[in-house]
Protein backbone atom coordinates (compact mmCIF):
# COMPACT_ATOMS: atom_id res chain seq x y z
CA UNK A 1 0.00 0.00 0.00
CA UNK A 2 1.31 3.26 -0.94
CA UNK A 3 0.98 6.19 1.57
CA UNK A 4 1.19 9.86 0.12
CA UNK A 5 1.25 13.25 2.53
CA UNK A 6 -1.35 15.79 1.96
CA UNK A 7 -0.68 19.00 3.55
CA UNK A 8 -2.76 21.51 5.06
CA UNK A 9 -1.81 24.72 5.33
CA UNK A 10 1.15 24.92 8.03
CA UNK A 11 0.12 21.64 9.92
CA UNK A 12 0.99 18.38 9.81
CA UNK A 13 0.68 16.09 6.93
CA UNK A 14 -2.38 14.10 6.54
CA UNK A 15 -1.44 10.88 5.27
CA UNK A 16 -3.87 9.35 2.59
CA UNK A 17 -3.12 5.56 1.08
CA UNK A 18 -3.45 4.83 -2.48
CA UNK A 19 -5.89 1.88 -3.12
CA UNK A 20 -4.16 -1.35 -4.14
CA UNK A 21 -6.11 -1.79 -7.07
CA UNK A 22 -5.71 1.97 -8.59
CA UNK A 23 -1.99 0.96 -7.51
CA UNK A 24 -1.81 -1.79 -9.88
CA UNK A 25 -3.72 0.06 -12.47
CA UNK A 26 -0.91 2.20 -12.63
CA UNK A 27 1.58 0.26 -12.68
CA UNK A 28 -0.35 -1.65 -15.48
CA UNK A 29 -0.75 1.69 -17.54
CA UNK A 30 2.96 3.05 -16.61
CA UNK A 31 4.60 -0.11 -17.82
CA UNK A 32 2.70 -0.54 -21.14
CA UNK A 33 3.50 2.94 -21.87
CA UNK A 34 7.60 2.58 -20.94
CA UNK A 35 7.68 -0.92 -23.73
CA UNK A 36 5.79 0.44 -26.46
CA UNK A 37 8.34 3.51 -26.25
CA UNK A 38 11.30 1.25 -25.63
CA UNK A 39 10.44 -0.55 -28.68
CA UNK A 40 9.93 2.50 -31.10
CA UNK A 41 13.36 3.87 -29.88
CA UNK A 42 15.31 1.98 -28.07
CA UNK A 43 15.27 4.07 -25.10
CA UNK A 44 12.57 5.65 -22.98
CA UNK A 45 12.29 8.57 -20.70
CA UNK A 46 9.70 10.12 -18.11
CA UNK A 47 8.05 12.41 -20.90
CA UNK A 48 7.01 10.11 -23.01
CA UNK A 49 5.79 7.56 -20.23
CA UNK A 50 3.47 10.37 -19.05
CA UNK A 51 2.73 10.98 -22.88
CA UNK A 52 1.91 7.31 -23.43
CA UNK A 53 -0.61 7.04 -20.42
CA UNK A 54 -2.25 10.03 -21.21
CA UNK A 55 -1.87 12.00 -18.27
CA UNK A 56 0.64 14.53 -20.92
CA UNK A 57 -1.47 15.86 -24.03
CA UNK A 58 1.28 16.15 -26.90
CA UNK A 59 0.31 19.79 -27.53
CA UNK A 60 1.07 20.81 -24.18
CA UNK A 61 4.46 18.70 -24.10
CA UNK A 62 5.28 20.78 -27.64
CA UNK A 63 4.46 24.02 -25.93
CA UNK A 64 6.65 23.34 -23.00
CA UNK A 65 9.93 22.30 -24.96
CA UNK A 66 9.04 25.65 -26.90
CA UNK A 67 9.65 27.54 -23.75
CA UNK A 68 6.22 28.94 -23.62
CA UNK A 69 5.53 26.86 -20.61
CA UNK A 70 7.27 27.17 -16.88
CA UNK A 71 7.23 23.47 -15.85
CA UNK A 72 6.66 20.04 -16.82
CA UNK A 73 4.13 19.30 -14.18
CA UNK A 74 2.31 22.26 -14.50
CA UNK A 75 0.32 20.76 -17.97
CA UNK A 76 0.41 17.37 -16.39
CA UNK A 77 -3.33 16.02 -16.07
CA UNK A 78 -3.04 14.37 -12.53
CA UNK A 79 -2.11 15.67 -9.14
CA UNK A 80 1.94 15.31 -7.89
CA UNK A 81 1.77 12.39 -5.99
CA UNK A 82 0.15 10.55 -8.28
CA UNK A 83 2.67 11.77 -10.94
CA UNK A 84 5.44 10.85 -7.91
CA UNK A 85 3.65 6.99 -7.77
CA UNK A 86 4.03 6.89 -11.50
CA UNK A 87 7.57 7.87 -11.72
CA UNK A 88 8.61 5.71 -9.29
CA UNK A 89 6.99 3.04 -10.87
CA UNK A 90 8.80 3.86 -14.13
CA UNK A 91 12.07 3.59 -12.02
CA UNK A 92 11.06 0.58 -10.53
CA UNK A 93 10.49 -1.30 -13.85
CA UNK A 94 13.56 0.11 -15.74
CA UNK A 95 15.91 -0.99 -12.91
CA UNK A 96 14.44 -4.41 -13.17
CA UNK A 97 14.52 -4.34 -17.46
CA UNK A 98 18.25 -3.70 -16.95
CA UNK A 99 17.91 -0.37 -18.73
CA UNK A 100 20.75 2.14 -18.42
CA UNK A 101 20.38 5.53 -16.90
CA UNK A 102 21.74 8.30 -19.10
CA UNK A 103 21.66 11.83 -17.76
CA UNK A 104 19.96 14.27 -20.65
CA UNK A 105 20.07 18.03 -21.15
CA UNK A 106 16.56 19.81 -21.87
CA UNK A 107 16.73 23.15 -23.35
CA UNK A 108 13.61 24.89 -25.00
CA UNK A 109 13.20 25.10 -28.78
CA UNK A 110 13.76 28.97 -28.65
CA UNK A 111 16.44 31.90 -29.78
CA UNK A 112 17.05 31.76 -25.80
CA UNK A 113 17.90 28.17 -25.42
CA UNK A 114 17.39 28.68 -21.66
CA UNK A 115 16.74 24.84 -19.82
CA UNK A 116 13.42 23.50 -19.33
CA UNK A 117 12.17 22.69 -15.74
CA UNK A 118 9.90 19.69 -15.51
CA UNK A 119 8.99 19.97 -11.50
CA UNK A 120 6.91 22.72 -10.05
CA UNK A 121 9.78 22.62 -7.01
CA UNK A 122 12.54 22.79 -9.08
CA UNK A 123 14.26 20.47 -6.78
CA UNK A 124 17.36 19.16 -8.22
CA UNK A 125 16.92 15.71 -7.59
CA UNK A 126 13.70 15.63 -9.16
CA UNK A 127 14.79 17.76 -12.25
CA UNK A 128 17.83 15.02 -12.92
CA UNK A 129 15.36 12.44 -12.69
CA UNK A 130 12.80 14.07 -15.20
CA UNK A 131 16.18 14.57 -17.42
CA UNK A 132 17.12 10.80 -16.96
CA UNK A 133 16.41 8.38 -20.51
CA UNK A 134 16.62 4.73 -20.06
CA UNK A 135 18.84 2.89 -22.87
CA UNK A 136 18.25 -0.72 -23.88
CA UNK A 137 21.18 -2.55 -23.08
CA UNK A 138 21.00 -4.35 -26.59
CA UNK A 139 22.62 -1.45 -28.39
CA UNK A 140 25.67 -1.96 -28.93
CA UNK A 141 28.37 0.65 -27.55
CA UNK A 142 28.33 2.85 -29.87
CA UNK A 143 24.98 2.98 -30.91
CA UNK A 144 24.24 4.11 -27.31
CA UNK A 145 26.69 6.71 -28.06
CA UNK A 146 25.20 8.02 -30.99
CA UNK A 147 21.78 7.71 -28.93
CA UNK A 148 22.66 9.96 -25.67
CA UNK A 149 24.40 12.59 -28.20
CA UNK A 150 21.33 13.22 -30.34
CA UNK A 151 19.22 13.18 -27.03
CA UNK A 152 21.34 15.56 -25.70
CA UNK A 153 21.43 17.76 -29.40
CA UNK A 154 19.74 21.19 -28.83
CA UNK A 155 16.11 20.89 -30.76
CA UNK A 156 15.79 23.02 -34.38
CA UNK A 157 14.58 26.32 -33.98
CA UNK A 158 11.33 26.66 -35.82
CA UNK A 159 10.20 29.87 -37.50
CA UNK A 160 6.59 30.36 -39.00
CA UNK A 161 5.36 31.68 -41.80
CA UNK A 162 1.66 33.24 -40.57
CA UNK A 163 -1.67 32.92 -42.41
CA UNK A 164 -2.50 36.08 -41.45
CA UNK A 165 0.10 39.22 -42.08
CA UNK A 166 -1.77 41.52 -39.57
CA UNK A 167 0.27 40.26 -36.23
CA UNK A 168 2.43 42.31 -34.54
CA UNK A 169 5.42 41.48 -32.42
CA UNK A 170 4.64 41.52 -28.68
CA UNK A 171 8.11 42.80 -28.18
CA UNK A 172 9.08 45.84 -30.24
CA UNK A 173 5.43 46.22 -31.55
CA UNK A 174 6.80 45.60 -35.66
CA UNK A 175 5.98 42.93 -37.71
CA UNK A 176 7.43 40.87 -40.52
CA UNK A 177 6.80 38.05 -42.81
CA UNK A 178 8.16 35.21 -40.56
CA UNK A 179 7.83 35.21 -36.42
CA UNK A 180 8.78 33.07 -34.10
CA UNK A 181 6.36 32.32 -30.86
CA UNK A 182 7.31 33.20 -27.28
CA UNK A 183 5.48 32.99 -23.92
CA UNK A 184 4.25 36.59 -24.30
CA UNK A 185 3.18 35.93 -28.11
CA UNK A 186 4.31 36.19 -31.33
CA UNK A 187 8.04 37.74 -31.64
CA UNK A 188 9.94 39.15 -35.28
CA UNK A 189 13.08 38.15 -36.23
CA UNK A 190 15.07 41.23 -35.66
CA UNK A 191 13.96 40.54 -31.67
CA UNK A 192 14.87 37.25 -31.29
CA UNK A 193 18.08 37.88 -33.24
CA UNK A 194 17.27 35.96 -36.18
CA UNK A 195 17.15 38.49 -38.81
CA UNK A 196 20.32 38.04 -40.00
CA UNK A 197 19.76 34.92 -41.72
CA UNK A 198 18.55 33.97 -45.46
CA UNK A 199 15.72 31.94 -46.61
CA UNK A 200 16.94 28.63 -48.58
CA UNK A 201 13.47 27.39 -49.68
CA UNK A 202 12.89 23.68 -49.68
CA UNK A 203 13.56 21.75 -53.03
CA UNK A 204 17.00 21.37 -53.41
CA UNK A 205 17.72 18.15 -50.78
CA UNK A 206 21.37 18.46 -51.62
CA UNK A 207 22.09 21.91 -51.05
CA UNK A 208 20.21 22.21 -47.94
CA UNK A 209 21.74 19.33 -46.71
CA UNK A 210 25.53 20.86 -47.06
CA UNK A 211 23.98 24.18 -46.05
CA UNK A 212 23.01 23.33 -43.05
CA UNK A 213 26.12 21.06 -42.20
CA UNK A 214 28.26 24.53 -42.28
CA UNK A 215 25.43 26.89 -40.92
CA UNK A 216 26.31 27.40 -37.20
CA UNK A 217 22.77 28.84 -36.87
CA UNK A 218 20.06 27.73 -38.57
CA UNK A 219 15.87 27.84 -38.23
CA UNK A 220 13.38 25.72 -39.82
CA UNK A 221 10.59 27.74 -41.40
CA UNK A 222 7.29 25.85 -41.65
CA UNK A 223 3.47 26.93 -42.16
CA UNK A 224 0.41 25.97 -41.81
CA UNK A 225 -1.85 23.95 -43.84
CA UNK A 226 -5.24 24.51 -43.41
CA UNK A 227 -6.46 21.35 -45.77
CA UNK A 228 -3.97 18.94 -44.01
CA UNK A 229 -4.61 20.81 -40.46
CA UNK A 230 -0.61 20.53 -39.69
CA UNK A 231 2.27 22.73 -40.00
CA UNK A 232 4.60 21.57 -43.14
CA UNK A 233 8.35 22.47 -43.73
CA UNK A 234 8.86 25.69 -46.13
CA UNK A 235 12.80 25.34 -46.04
CA UNK A 236 15.19 27.05 -43.56
CA UNK A 237 17.05 30.43 -42.05
CA UNK A 238 20.45 30.02 -42.60
CA UNK A 239 23.53 32.16 -42.64
CA UNK A 240 24.14 33.38 -46.57
CA UNK A 241 27.78 32.15 -46.47
CA UNK A 242 26.99 28.50 -45.42
CA UNK A 243 24.62 28.48 -48.94
CA UNK A 244 26.92 30.45 -51.03
CA UNK A 245 29.61 27.64 -49.81
CA UNK A 246 27.12 24.58 -50.44
CA UNK A 247 26.19 25.47 -54.05
CA UNK A 248 30.16 25.79 -55.06
CA UNK A 249 30.53 22.37 -54.07
CA UNK A 250 27.32 20.97 -55.97
Known amino acids: MTIFPRF ?51 GARDRWRQGQVDCLEGVVQSNLPRISEAMKIFRAWAAAKGLLASETIYVARAAQRQALRFSRSGDPTIERLYRTHWISPALLSKKRERLAEKSNRAPELVVIQPLDADWTCHRCGGTGSLLMMENGGPACLRCVGLDDLDFLPAGDASLTRQAKAKSTRYAVVVRFSRSRRRYERQGLLIERQSVDDGRREE
Not at 13 to 23: D, R, V
Not at 47 to 54: H, R
Open 8 to 58: CGASMPIFLAMNPKNHAALADRVTKAAEAALATQSYVSPVDVLVGIGWLDP
